[in-house]
């Protein structure tokens, strides 16, 4: 088994053991990797789409609003959706419920 593989293989595990920290921690390095520029290009892209309000709850020390996937399928370019999905293996649509789900606590955590 390649390296790869091994990514692949760890990705799929942390999504589907449903481990906070470890699909945080994969998710904060996908987008790290991503041509979005860590999360701090994802918050700004998603700040950009109109979706300031929802960043400003997550870093700003309150309730985090949780975001939907149709918000971010309309802030995220088709490019870095599709991105992101490869790099986790996983459907547009799966990748960003994912995101959905996880990024309220991972941008907070980073705050």
């Given at each position: 088994?390649?390296?790869?593989?091994?990514?692949?293989g760890?990705?799929?595990?942390?999504?589907?053991?449903?481990?906070?920290g470890?699909?945080?921690?994969l998710?904060?390095?996908?987008l790290?990797?991503?041509?979005?520029g860590?999360l701090?290009?994802?918050?700004?892209?998603?700040?950009?789409?109109?979706?300031?309000?929802?960043v400003?709850?997550?870093?700003?020390?309150?309730?985090?609003?949780?975001?939907?996937v149709?918000q971010?399928?309309?802030?995220?370019?088709?490019?870095?959706?599709?991105?992101?999905?490869?790099?986790?293996?996983l459907?547009?649509?799966?990748?960003?419920?994912?995101?959905?789900?996880?990024l309220?606590?991972?941008?907070?955590?980073?705050?």
């Amino acid at each position: 088994m390649g390296l790869l593989d091994d990514v692949v293989g760890a990705a799929k595990s942390a999504l589907s053991q449903g481990g906070e920290g470890g699909v945080q921690g994969l998710l904060g390095n996908v987008l790290q990797n991503s041509s979005l520029g860590g999360l701090s290009g994802l918050m700004g892209q998603l700040s950009e789409g109109g979706l300031g309000h929802l960043v400003s709850s997550w870093t700003g020390g309150g309730q985090g609003q949780p975001i939907s996937v149709d918000q971010l399928k309309a802030a995220l370019t088709p490019e870095h959706i599709q991105e992101i999905a490869q790099a986790l293996n996983l459907s547009p649509d799966s990748a960003l419920a994912h995101l959905a789900e996880h990024l309220p606590m991972l941008a907070g955590n980073r705050a």
